[in-house]
Every structure is written in structure tokens, then in C-alpha cells.
């Protein structure tokens, strides 16, 4: 099965250099993978850098690492992308709209796709890449957990490998044997063991998590993110959907993935093994780690990360997840063993009452109690194929707006 190739067949004794796409290169992960790729000039070269908004940030990173495409995905951009880029000189062809994200996702001079735009508007786009035969470098984690079972056909169909960038889920992947793709059991595997910084308000009361606000929230002690995440990780829906994440990406059962939480982010995940062997991959909380892993996995480049001492570290922490405080992550499990289209519900509603939250329009302990309101209106049932999917997401973007204009949430 191509879905993760066979390990060591993908060296890259090439001579030229490899053409990469990123979807999302004005964000967090988007700003460190064109980081890692600077640091290679001679292995990697960018085709299509991708932007929703910031078009100053677009138009100077085209210019910087030499796009041949500048994508502003907002379309109504296009023209201040146009002045941007004149401004500085830049001469990156620009093409405009979701359409366009799929065109350089799927072209011909791409070979590499990162896939780091935030939430199921990534969808699209990354689902692409993998149709089109792509190595796709997975951030954009919203699609795999609404679309996990079309991932998997299609890169099974198009010989397409997809490598987690999400650093627990890289992690997994560096720690599992070659062979984990026949499935778990037969690999030995007990145990997929996610760790969870916590994220700001670890150790925090349902009492004292209320009256935070989006500042506090966006506040992350370990990672440095961008802001739906960074929330994401606060309410512990990051961890949630990292579940969902993992049941797709390394074909386990429900009860095949556990949580622990782990303060000081230096163990990224582990692997229990029936010999009672356990497997963890360390490094510092530097996502340039996991990217450049992804990027020139199955070697070894370097990422400009600062090397991880343990003797600095002194301790390693780990404590069970509060499911009372933190209610969401205990919600993904039961969306989890519902499947058909509880996923696309859940992240669909939680992307909206993140957004609410952030602009203050809802509480943050209101935003596990909004998504398992949207589950509870929306109905569920099976799932087939990518129309549906945006279909159900659109219906429950749709639920959850009125849940939240009604305040039926207390
Ligand atoms: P971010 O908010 O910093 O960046 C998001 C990117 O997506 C930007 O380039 C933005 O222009 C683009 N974008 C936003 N809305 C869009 C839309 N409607 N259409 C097209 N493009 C749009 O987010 P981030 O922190 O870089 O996270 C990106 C993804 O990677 C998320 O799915 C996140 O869960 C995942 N991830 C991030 C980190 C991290 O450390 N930041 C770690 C693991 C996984
Ligand atoms: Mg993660």
C-alpha cells in the first residue's frame, strides 16, 4: 500500500532540485517551512506560495524565495496583491480564488505540497495534492480529521505519501516500524500515546478557566502559533482533533490512541509496544523539527533548531488529561467512535465557535458547550464522499452560527 511507501524506497539521489507548493505560506507553519527551506537552496526551489489576507506578507516572501505563483486565495485581494508586489519589485505570476490553490497543488512543476492553511478551507486544496500523485506534508490536520477515509483512498490510488507535520503525529510516525500500515496489532503496536502540553491554563479549574480572554488564551506557553490553533490548544480541542488525526493517518482503533499530558513539550509522542517496550521521539518545540523531518524524510537535513539538552530540561512531567475542565477532548472520543459525518460537525462547529470566542461574542468554557450543541442539533449519519463532506460542514457552520445568535449555550 503507497500510503505511507515503504520506507528507505524514497531516497533522493536526485540531482535536481525538488519544486514545492505551500498552501498557507503567510502563517505560523507556513513562515517556518520557508525558514527550513532557505537554509537548502540547492535541494528545494518554491513554485506557489499561498496567502489569505496578508498580501504584504505574500508579496514579500514571493520575492525572497523566488515563487513563480503568488496565490491570494481571497479573491477581492487580488488587486492590492497586484500593488504589493509592484511596490517591491516582485515579479511572481499572481493567480487569484480558491480554484487557484488547487491549480498549483496539483501542478506539474510541484512535487512537494505543504499543506498549512488553518481549518477545512484547506480541504480543497490538500485533497488535491494527494489526487494529483503529490508527496503532501500534512499541517493542515481540520482535513484529515473530516476527510481521514478520502485521504486514505486517494493516496492509496495515486501513490500519493503523506507525511504528518503535526509534531505528535511526525513523532508517531519517526517511532513506528515501516510495516505499520498492515495495521497496528500486527506491528506489535499496543498503544499510540499523544502527549498535550496542557496548553496556558493547565492544572485550572472550570471556576477559574472563566472570564479568560483571547489574549490569555492565544498565550501558549511552549509553541508560538497561529491564533485558532493556539485556542484549540487551550480548550484542548487541538488534542481532540489530533485523535481523529491519528485514527486516520495510522489506521487505529479508538481505543488503539491515548492522551497524556505532558507540560514541557519535549516528548512529542510515544509508542507502547506488546513487549512492553515504549518509543518517544524528543527535540526541543520547534516545529522546524517535524517540517524538516517531513520535508526530507526518509534522510536527515538540518532545520536550525536549537539542539534539546536534558540536563537544562532537569524533569519530564506527565499527568492524565482533566476531562472536567477540559471537556472537548472527552467529546472528540465520542465523535470518534459515532464516525460517518460527527467529525465534520465537530470541527465545523468548533472552528465557528472559536472565531465567536475570539471576537468576543462567546465565553471561552462556552466553546466545548456550543460544539456539543451543534452535535446534539445536526444530524448524523454516514458520509460519502467530498460533497458531502462540504455539504455537512456547511450545514453545521450554519447550526452552530444559529446555536450561538440564539445563545442557547449557557
Ligand atoms: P495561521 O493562522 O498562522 O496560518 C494560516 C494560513 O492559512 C495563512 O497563510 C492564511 O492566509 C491561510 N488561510 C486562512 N484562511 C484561509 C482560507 N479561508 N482560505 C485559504 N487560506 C486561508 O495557522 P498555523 O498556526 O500556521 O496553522 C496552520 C495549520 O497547521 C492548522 O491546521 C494547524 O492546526 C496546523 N498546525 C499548526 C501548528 C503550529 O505550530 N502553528 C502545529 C501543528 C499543526
Ligand atoms: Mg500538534
Keep these: ?45 518554491v513554485v506557489a506560495l499561498s496567502g ?112 504528518p507535520v503535526d509534531s505528535e503525529h511526525n513523532a508517531l510516525f519517526q517511532v513506528l516500524p515501516g510495516h ?36 490569555q488564551a492565544c498565550n501558549h506557553p511552549n509553541w508560538d502559533m497561529g491564533r485558532k490553533i493556539s485556542v484549540d490548544s487551550a480548550t484542548l480541542m487541538n488534542k481532540g482533533l489530533e485523535v481523529i488525526e491519528a485514527r486516520w ?24 509496544y506488546r513487549d512492553g517496550s515504549v518509543l518517544a521521539q524528543l527535540g526541543m518545540p520547534d516545529m522546524r523539527t517535524p517540517i524538516a523531518h517531513a520535508l526530507s524524510w526518509p534522510e536527515r537535513i538540518e532545520a536550525g533548531v536549537k539542539r534539546l539538552n536534558l540536563a537544562e530540561v532537569h524533569k519530564l512531567e506527565f499527568y492524565p488529561p482533566d476531562l472536567d475542565s477540559f471537556p472537548g477532548l472527552g467529546l472528540a472520543f465520542q465523535v470518534l467512535e459515532a464516525g460517518g459525518n460527527a467529525p465534520v460537525i465537530f470541527n465545523a462547529a468548533n472552528e465557528v465557535a472559536v472565531d465567536a470566542f475570539l471576537q468576543e461574542r462567546i465565553e471561552f468554557l462556552q466553546i466545548p458547550t456550543v460544539v456539543s450543541a451543534a452535535l446534539e442539533a445536526c444530524e448524523t449519519g454516514k458520509l460519502n464522499g467530498l460533497d458531502e463532506v462540504l455539504e455537512f460542514d456547511r450545514l453545521a457552520r450554519a447550526e452552530t452560527s444559529r446555536i450561538i445568535n440564539m445563545k442557547k449555550v449557557s
Design 180 to 215: 505499520f500500515n498492515d495495521g497496528l496489532e500486527s506491528a506489535g503496536v499496543e498503544q499510540l500515546i499523544l502527549t498535550a502540553s496542557g496548553g496556558p491554563f493547565l492544572h485550572r479549574t472550570r471556576e477559574e478557566l472563566k472570564n479568560i480572554t483571547p489574549t
Design 1 to 45: 500500500c503507497p500510503w505511507f511507501a515503504a520506507r528507505g524506497c524514497l531516497r533522493s539521489d536526485r540531482l535536481s532540485s525538488q519544486g514545492i507548493t505551500i498552501l498557507g505560506s503567510t502563517g505560523s507553519i507556513g513562515v517556518s517551512t520557508l525558514d527550513v527551506l532557505a537554509r537548502h537552496p540547492d535541494t528545494y526551489h
Design 249 to 272: 493517518l495510522f489506521n487505529a482503533r479508538p481505543d488503539q490512541i491515548d492522551v497524556l499530558v505532558h507540560p514541557q513539550s519535549i516528548v512529542h509522542s510515544m509508542v507502547a
Design 52 to 163: 489569505h489576507s496578508n498580501v504584504m506578507r505574500l508579496a514579500e516572501q514571493c520575492r525572497q524565495h523566488g515563487a513563480k505563483y503568488a496565490v491570494i486565495s481571497d479573491a477581492a485581494k487580488a488587486g492590492e496583491l497586484k500593488k504589493a508586489m509592484d511596490q517591491i519589485k516582485c515579479t511572481s505570476e499572481i493567480l487569484a480564488g480558491k480554484d487557484a490553490l488547487r491549480t498549483v497543488a496539483g501542478m506539474d512543476e510541484t512535487e512537494v505540497v505543504m499543506a498549512a492553511i488553518v481549518g477545512a478551507a484547506g480541504l480543497e486544496p490538500t485533497l488535491h495534492a494527494v489526487q494529483a500523485g503529490k508527496r503532501l506534508l500534512l499541517a493542515n490536520k481540520e482535513s484529515m480529521v473530516i476527510a481521514g477515509e478520502l485521504f486514505r483512498k486517494a493516496a492509496a490510488e495515486h501513490s500519493s505519501v503523506i507525511i
